[in-house]
């Protein structure tokens, strides 16, 4: 097995080398200021299946994942609401995390914060001024970027550059305009901390590298966010990071496109976003999941509801068929090896075993889970004719079960796109009544009366009930479309 992924740091496609099975991911989280919206879930879905995908392949992910829960929004935030910093943060980080558990996204092992972990912040500063690369003017400290020569090297940016063609935080107390702030001396109405240099707060990007560095050391194996992360975040903390330890602090930057709203980014601080909890209320964790998943995660992702709906008719015909698998297979869960297949039978098996090699084949190849669920709906257009003719014999039954508990691994567990708890539409009096609508019907065309018998299929169609005459009998289904 080998899985390649894009590093932004070398801009190309790598080989993914590891010595042990534990794998250490560190993905910058929230500033919890208000809802969690869907560019939160782009992220978090995308980070969730590559966790399920590696554990499916036998590794052991460890997943950290901030919370920057000091920052100028949820400041004046607070001061706006007669509220502390941490009141409105805690109130906000537990939103994405039932956010997050509503949309089905497994919970990271660690959500350290930035109040909790001032220690540490403060001891890689130290170690940043010792290093010369840091300085501290009036209650300030700052990082001397000049004195970090690889600076620029993740988002592919010389120095010269960046001097010409950004703008930065005018300061009179900085030695170079690009130089960024690890330490703001505090002031009035704003929470501050006791440290070498004065009463104050951290600057923002100085948490990530302190608190990666805390679990996961250096050289851990992915670092997640989104791509506009990359500048000034992500080469800020490399910065520090190196600048702090002379040890790479990631081996491979992964970076998700962003999800847009209307063409622009989806963002709290432009007000033009969706809440998570608000399309749930509408919509299956699944279809929402789908409908992320459906794109390459490097690539730009655009939402509104015709999207939604373009993405749902596929999902539909997906999750109808692995109900349909479900119904067939229902309690065969002791159903072991069977001696004799037929060749159709055979055939089906050995496509079953192309799909699982092309679904693995799409996710070594930087987690394309979009050409992965290609390969199952490749797998449905071809079992979909089997399952049709398919009898109740042993060797029908072990043949779908196959089919079934790949859709459970892949569908289901990894990427979370079928509904598995949901029972086929078969409960209460629904299963009852169609039986004696289908019995029925095959009596009226046992007396050749066949003109009733195709109005009942047409009013069943009608009411979205699609009645299929196999070789093993009528059977039927809800139809979703």
Known sequence: MTIRVYNTLTQKKEEFGYEDKQINIYVCGVTPYSNTHLGH???SVVWDVIKKYLRWQGFLPFHVQNFTDIDDKIIAKANAEGKTALEISQHY????????????????????????????????????????????????VFYDVASFRAYGKLSNQRLDELQMGSRFDVDADKFNAMDFALWKRAKTGEPAWDSPWGQGRPGWHIECSAMSHKYLGTGFHFHGGGSDLIFPHHENEIAQSEGATGEPSARYWLHNGMLNLKHEKMSKSQGNFVTIKDVLEKHPKELLRFYILSAHYRSELEYHD????????????????????????????GLTDVEELSKAEQDVLVTVSAAQRHFTQAMDDDFNAALAIGSLFDLMREVNGYLAEADSSLASNYVLKQVFDLYKSLAGDILGIVDLDTKPQTEGLTQPLMELVLELRTQLRSEQNYALADIIRTRLTELGVVIEDTSAGTRWQIQND
């Open 306 to 333: 015709s999207k939604l709906a373009e993405v749902a008719r596929g999902w539909r015909r997906l999750n109808q068929f692995v109900r349909n698998l479900a119904n067939r297979v229902d309690g065969l869960e």
């Open 93 to 140: 980080a537990t939103d994405y995390l039932e956010s997050m558990d509503a949309l089905g996204v497994e919970r990271a092992d660690l959500y350290p914060k930035v109040s909790e972990h001032m220690d540490d912040i403060i001891a890689m500063i130290r170690q940043l001024v010792e290093n010369g690369h840091a300085y501290a003017v009036n209650g300030n």
């Open 41 to 43: 879930a782009r992220p």
